[in-house]
Structures are given as structure tokens and as C-alpha cells.
């Protein structure tokens, strides 16, 4: 994962920040509040959602590394939801129950046909 993909991703975040730190600094300018206070009002907010998208961008960007490793690793594909750890954020959540139930459902494709094959 690239920083550069991640952000494109958050654009609309990143967008909505912008608008609402412009929108506090248009009402700061109303109520003739000092210009150290509009810029330290500025840089918190700024500074918090880019310390929580950099936050986020290093936790997935390592659970999904980890992810393309094991499975590099593996001779084994379909086993990979065997191996991966639960992740702490819900995207990742997702896509190991995803992969859990293709595991499932290929396991039961096996035996159907093994069964099948013993019929015969």
C-alpha cells in the first residue's frame, strides 16, 4: 500500500477538514479573536486528523504486508485465512471473514466432489 494511493483514498476526508478549519476561521475572524489563537486553532485540528490518517495508514499498510508475505510464503493459497491474525480495524475484520468463508466453501466444494468421485 502507498501513501500516496492511502491519501488519494482519504480525499474527502482530507477535503472536509480543510472546509471545516476554514469555516472556524471565518467565524474566529467574526468574533475578533487574536491571530496566535486562529492559527493554534488551525494547527490542532490540522495537526490531529493528520496525526490519526498517518495512524491509520501505518496499521493497515503493516497488516497488509504481513498479509502479502504469509502468503508469499505459502505453497498453499487457500490456506492463507489460517494463518493471518485478526486485525484491530474493521476493513481487515472484513476481508478475514471473507476469506474465511471461501475457505469453507471450497473445503465443502472438495468433499462434494470426493463423494462424488466415490459414487463413481
Keep these: 500500500m502507498k501513501f500516496r494511493d ?10 472536509t477538514i480543510i472546509i471545516a478549519v476554514g469555516t472556524v476561521e471565518i467565524l474566529l475572524l467574526v468574533y475578533d479573536v487574536g491571530i496566535i489563537a486562529k492559527i493554534y486553532i488551525a494547527c490542532i485540528i ?4 493528520g496525526i490519526s490518517i498517518i495512524a491509520e495508514y501505518i496499521k493497515k499498510k503493516s497488516y497488509y504486508n504481513m498479509l502479502k508475505n504469509n502468503l508469499d ?3 498453499e ?3 492463507i ?4 491474525k485478526a486485525p484491530n480495524f474493521a476493513e ?3 476481508l478475514k ?4 468463508e471461501v475457505d469453507r466453501a471450497m473445503i465443502e466444494m472438495v468433499k462434494y466432489y470426493k463423494n462424488i ?3 463413481l
Aim: zero cysteines; glycine letters at 2%.
Design 6 to 15: 492511502y491519501i488519494k483514498d482519504k480525499i474527502l476526508l482530507i477535503v
Design 46 to 49: 490540522i495537526l490531529s486528523a
Design 73 to 75: 510464503e505459502l505453497e
Design 77 to 79: 493459497k487457500y490456506l
Design 81 to 84: 485465512s489460517e494463518i493471518i
Design 92 to 94: 481487515g475484520k472484513i
Design 97 to 100: 471473514e471473507v476469506l474465511e
Design 117 to 119: 468421485r466415490r459414487r
